[in-house]
């Protein structure tokens, strides 16, 4: 089969093309997995992460991928949940404890890091992470739902919102469009600000129905209740502090953050920051629950997501889109290229 496959960790803007396509051998499945005959991939700013280094893979080399909608190609002989030409779809969470709090057991292991994911045409997978995929989504619009939906879901039920209570947003791609319809469906009265550091983000922002959109560093109108952060930099994290209201909550949706601007953080002050009751959380990785449920509010929207699709053996370029910031929306990889939309 056909896949683009990490063979060492590099830093994108010392070698932009950092995936080598390569001919590998279709996976061996379990008796408790089921083959995948992959259709769509999401690219996710995850992969960023582990081609440069933030969150290396376990071994190399490693197909990377998290966002992974394919077709049941063959079962194992103790599958039980799915059957052959299934629609089924994979997230970051490959395998975990099956607890509650599976996303923060040392069992958990990542799809597209720890274990090869959904840059390639097929990919093996245990029957239990393995999601039915609702038929009003193309195989596209379905893929950034796995991560940057999925742990957006987790990261507003996080955020402890009421219905009317203003939510900022930091950071608008793959993620944060889909956080924002979700918001607005869940919360109708709650106001959304988003913070971005586009024009064309700021302006993608209110055509979705933002009450207010700047810069990242801006102030808002007034005090926000909540804030979800989901850039890959330091300088969001104290400008969403402070523009939180008291008692305010910021919630951090990244895997990890970059050390371009880390320094920023020695002007944090106690008074302006982070007084008056104000908190901070972060959002570890996802739950398949957390996968299972989010599929099922996004049917009954149902979300629209917005996506940019290019060919399995163009990942590299996608990837370098989403790096500099050139997406509205989610960059999708699809393994057959007569589907492609570019829009």
């Keep these: ?23 590998v051998p279709v996976p061996a499945i379990k008796e408790d997995q089921v083959l995948m ?12 992460d582990e081609i440069e280094g933030r969150t290396p893979p376990a071994e190399l080399p490693v197909i990377p991928g998290h966002e992974v909608i394919g077709y049941v190609e063959q079962i194992g002989a103790k599958v039980t949940l799915h059957k052959v030409g299934d629609r089924v779809g994979v997230g970051w969470i490959y395998t975990s404890s099956g607890s509650e709090y599976e996303n ?15 840059y390639a045409e097929f990919m093996a997978v245990g029957q239990d992470y393995a999601f039915n995929i609702p038929k009003v989504f193309s195989d596209a619009e379905a893929a950034p739902l796995l991560c940057a939906g999925a742990v957006g879901y987790r990261a507003l039920r996080i955020a402890g919102l009421q219905d009317g209570d203003s939510l900022g947003l930091a950071g608008f791609g793959g993620s944060g469009h889909l956080v924002m319809q979700l918001a607005r469906h869940l919360y109708p009265h709650s106001e959304i600000f988003v913070f971005a550091r586009s024009h064309a983000e700021q302006d993608f922002a209110r055509d979705l129905g933002a009450a207010w959109a700047g810069d990242i560093e801006a102030e808002p109108p007034r005090p926000l209740r909540a804030i979800i952060d989901t850039t890959p ?3 969001p994290v104290l400008a969403s502090l402070r523009n939180l209201e008291p008692g305010g909550r910021l919630v951090i949706n990244a895997i990890r953050k970059e ?21 901070l959380k972060t959002v570890a990785n996802v739950t398949g629950d957390d996968i299972a449920e989010f599929l099922q509010v996004a049917a009954e929207i149902p979300l629209r997501p917005t996506v940019r699709t290019y060919p399995l ?4 370029k996608a990837l370098q889109y989403l790096r500099e910031g050139h997406i509205r929306g989610a960059n999708v990889l699809l393994m057959n290229s007569k589907h492609l939309k570019n829009n």
């Design 1 to 23: 089969m056909r896949a683009m496959q990490l063979k060492r960790i590099a830093a994108l803007a010392d070698i932009p093309e950092p995936l080598q396509l390569v001919e």
């Design 37 to 48: 005959r992959i259709a769509a991939c999401g690219v996710c700013h995850t992969e960023l």
């Design 104 to 118: 923060l057991s040392s069992s958990f292991v990542a799809t597209g890091r720890d274990v090869n994911g959904g």
């Design 233 to 235: 930099a330091w300088r």
């Design 259 to 279: 050390s371009g601007d880390r320094s920023i953080m020695a002007e944090i002050d106690y008074a302006e920051h982070l007084w008056m009751e104000k908190e």
């Design 313 to 316: 053996e163009q990942a590299n």
